[in-house]
């Protein structure tokens, strides 16, 4: 039988091995820019740090001073476990019934080449003639924080050449027929307190000592996460995205082999992941309030920090909203909103005030991103092909304000 053209070149990169710590980032951006030749499209490439090379494809729109529509994809994928996949997941192999699996197929080399295949097939029938400039993306680094990938782009001269004013990037599968779309992401905190307190020898009541306030912190931060755990669970209405977590991931402190010392400082290490419903400021100056209670010295600083909750909204006020909105409507399919339950590349276009969708075409599809045996129909991906022809056009047709 015959495959799609779109499929196959799906498949040819999902063989390229872009795979931490050592993608193979030169290969892909040759691949791409082959692709764009193919396919007939200006391609350029942004060096935003050395090795890191972000590659632009650009479909120029007919009034150029309007702020453009960009199509944003990264092309690296998360390591995998051999032995626990039923194939080599860099074959791209295809079962009988169309699935097809590879590391990157939901995550997300999937929703790279659906764009461009839909601007192929949209050229084939003269349809690619838009208002608004057009730009697909494709960015090194996202699975690893994006720091030497998009939060250099977003910064790059080049990037804001490109004076994009709306984005789509990645969303999840969705195992039922409709499609998620993601508007927020929680914001991720990384804190590392430390409680300082008397030391002095573990056969004696020991004072104001480090222990007792790393108890009480320790109560403070999972006692709201319980909480929070009790909020998801009763209100059924809630997701992953709506509410807060809180987990200790580190703890340290004391002599090793020397039990019977009490030491003069212990440190505590949280993961903290906060809800857009959820002030920023209120957070913190609840966990202010948490060190002030556990006892005197008791200090914290940030391994990372993000100032920002950026929501894109999702009120038919807005142009982009209503556009996206409708397409979906006029296909007649089913679209789920959501906050984003870990962070993405998205957050730095939200950041500098860019509105941007999260949103992979993957309905009937379970959520396999980083795990083992990831999958893709081939007509769950041809699918998104085509409603990225419907959803292309729309939001590069979106008039001046
Ligand atoms: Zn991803």
């Given at each position: 039988m015959t495959e799609e053209k779109a499929v196959t070149v799906f498949r040819d990169y999902l063989r390229i091995k872009t795979v931490h710590p050592v993608p193979a980032y030169d290969e892909v951006v040759e691949f791409l820019k082959n692709l764009a030749q193919e396919v007939g499209i200006q391609c350029s490439t942004v060096e935003v740090h050395p090795g890191r090379m972000v590659v632009v494809m650009t479909i120029p729109g007919s009034d150029p001073s309007l702020p453009s529509i960009m199509l944003n994809s990264h092309t690296d994928v998360v390591p995998v476990f051999e032995d626990q996949w039923i194939c080599d997941p860099f074959e791209a192999k295809k079962m009988e019934n169309g699935d097809i699996y590879a590391r990157g197929t939901q995550d997300m080399k999937s929703v790279g080449i659906q764009y461009i295949e839909a601007i192929r097939k949209l050229k084939k029938?003269?349809?690619?003639?838009?208002?608004?400039?057009?730009?697909?993306?494709?960015?090194?680094?996202?699975?690893?924080?994006?720091?030497?990938?998009?939060?250099?782009?977003?910064?790059?001269?080049?990037?804001?050449?490109?004076?994009?004013?709306?984005?789509?990037?990645?969303?999840?599968?969705?195992?039922?027929?409709?499609?998620?779309?993601?508007?927020?992401?929680?914001?991720?905190?990384?804190?590392?307190?430390?409680?300082?307190?008397?030391?002095?020898h573990g056969s004696r009541f020991i004072e104001d000592n480090a222990a007792e306030k790393v108890r009480r912190v320790i109560n403070s931060?999972?006692?709201f996460r319980d909480e929070q755990e009790k909020k998801l669970k009763t209100k059924g209405c809630l997701r992953l995205g709506d509410v807060t977590t809180v987990n200790l991931t580190n703890l340290k402190g004391g002599v090793d082999g020397s039990l019977n010392v009490v030491p003069s400082e212990m440190f505590?290490?949280?993961?903290?992941?906060?809800?857009?419903?959820?002030?920023?400021?209120?957070?913190?100056?609840?966990?202010?309030?948490?060190?002030?209670?556990?006892?005197?010295?008791?200090?914290?600083?940030?391994?990372?920090y993000n100032p920002m909750q950026g929501m894109t909204s999702t009120d038919q006020s807005s142009p982009w909203w209503s556009t996206f909105s409708s397409v979906f409507e006029k296909l007649n399919?089913?679209?789920?909103?959501?906050?984003?339950?870990?962070?993405?590349?998205?957050?730095?276009?939200?950041?500098?005030?860019?509105?941007?969708?999260?949103?992979?075409?993957?309905?009937?599809?379970?959520?396999?991103?980083?795990?083992?045996?990831?999958?893709?129909?081939?007509?769950?991906?041809?699918?998104?092909?085509?409603?990225?022809?419907?959803?292309?056009?729309?939001?590069?047709?979106?008039?001046?304000?």
């Open positions: 029938e003269n349809k690619a003639n838009f208002l608004r400039t057009v730009h697909i993306t494709w960015i090194p680094d996202e699975e690893i924080g994006g720091k030497l990938g998009m939060a250099k782009f977003v910064q790059h001269e080049e990037f804001k050449k490109l004076n994009v004013g709306f984005a789509l990037d990645e969303g999840l599968a969705n195992p039922t027929e409709a499609f998620t779309v993601f508007n927020g992401e929680r914001t991720v905190w990384w804190v590392r307190v430390k409680c300082p307190g008397k030391p002095g931060f999972l006692s505590l290490g949280f993961d903290i992941r906060i809800s857009p419903t959820e002030k920023l400021e209120d957070f913190e100056a609840m966990m202010k309030n948490w060190m002030k209670e556990a006892g005197e010295d008791v200090t914290y600083e940030f391994l990372q399919f089913k679209i789920e909103i959501e906050i984003f339950p870990a962070a993405t590349d998205i957050r730095y276009l939200r950041e500098i005030g860019i509105p941007a969708l999260g949103f992979s075409p993957m309905n009937k599809t379970p959520i396999l991103l980083h795990d083992h045996n990831e999958f893709l129909n081939e007509k769950v991906f041809l699918k998104g092909v085509d409603v990225y022809c419907e959803l292309i056009p729309a939001l590069a047709n979106v008039p001046r304000k």
